[in-house]
């Protein structure tokens, strides 16, 4: 596991996330489901 800072635009603005997971796929898979309710756009996903 490592941990990846993900870039999102979430609902018009800029926000990083940071997250542990296996693979950057699986950490944009993740933020995605965390704000399924929201509109969120991942932009990068990058190793901490």
């Known amino acids: ?6 870039k999102i635009r979430l609902n018009g603005s800029l ?3 940071t ?4 693979s950057s796929g699986k950490a944009k898979e993740f933020v995605q489901a965390q704000y399924a ?3 969120v756009t991942v932009l990068e996903v990058k190793p901490v």
């Open 19 to 22: 997250v542990r997971a296996s």
């Open 15 to 17: 926000s990083y996330v």
């Open 1 to 6: 596991m490592r941990e990846y800072s993900v």
């Open 37 to 39: 309710g929201s509109s």
